[in-house]
């Protein structure tokens, strides 16, 4: 499981048979997943030269993660550019969104409400001065 999350045409795959990639979609059973299977044999990737490199022939990953997708259907071919993906330091998540995929992934290990105050406590972490209160919250 751990490569296939990091396999750009497995997690279109999962993205687009099962609406997002997140903890409650990335699982074991992805991987025989025939609808998954499917999409992720429909994606082709390329790397263009002006993407990996710069002037001076140094790779721009993580500086740069942009991207151009290109979309071909029967019926019509849809293309965008992202320059800066969603959670990116010029793109960043919004307090709603980014509480939204930390709830998401912490509910799991944690429980809800000790998920629900760790959140709180990240959410005003640069206003406290000690960070000896995360410990209860963690723990049993």
Same mark, same amino acid.
């Given at each position: 499981?751990?490569?296939a999350?990091?396999?750009?045409?497995?997690?279109?795959?999962?993205?687009?048979?099962?609406?997002? %990639?997140?903890?409650s @979609?990335?699982?074991?059973?992805?991987?025989?997943?025939?609808?998954?299977?499917e %999409?992720?044999?429909?994606?082709?990737?390329? %790397?263009?030269?002006?993407?990996?490199?710069?002037?001076g022939q140094?790779?721009?990953?993580?500086?740069?993660?942009?991207?151009?997708v290109?979309i %071909? @259907?029967e019926e019509?071919?849809y293309?965008?550019?992202?320059?800066?993906?969603?959670?990116?330091?010029?793109?960043? =998540?919004? /307090?709603?969104?980014l509480?939204?995929?930390?709830m998401?992934?912490?509910?799991k290990?944690?429980?809800?409400? /000790?998920?629900? /105050?760790?959140?709180a406590?990240i959410? /005003?972490?640069?206003?406290?001065?000690?960070l000896?209160?995360?410990?209860?919250? =963690?723990?049993?």
């Amino acid at each position: 499981m751990e490569s296939a999350q990091f396999s750009i045409p497995f997690c279109v795959g999962v993205a687009l048979s099962r609406g997002a %990639v997140n903890a409650s @979609t990335m699982h074991e059973g992805m991987l025989d997943d025939q609808s998954v299977l499917e %999409v992720a044999e429909k994606v082709h990737l390329e %790397v263009h030269e002006g993407q990996s490199q710069d002037d001076g022939q140094e790779i721009k990953f993580p500086l740069r993660t942009s991207a151009h997708v290109e979309i %071909v @259907t029967e019926e019509e071919t849809y293309n965008i550019f992202v320059e800066y993906p969603r959670g990116h330091p010029q793109n960043p =998540l919004s /307090k709603g969104e980014l509480s939204e995929k930390f709830m998401a992934n912490a509910v799991k290990g944690l429980g809800h409400t /000790k998920a629900e /105050k760790l959140m709180a406590f990240i959410m /005003k972490v640069d206003d406290e001065l000690s960070l000896e209160s995360i410990g209860p919250m =963690l723990g049993p």
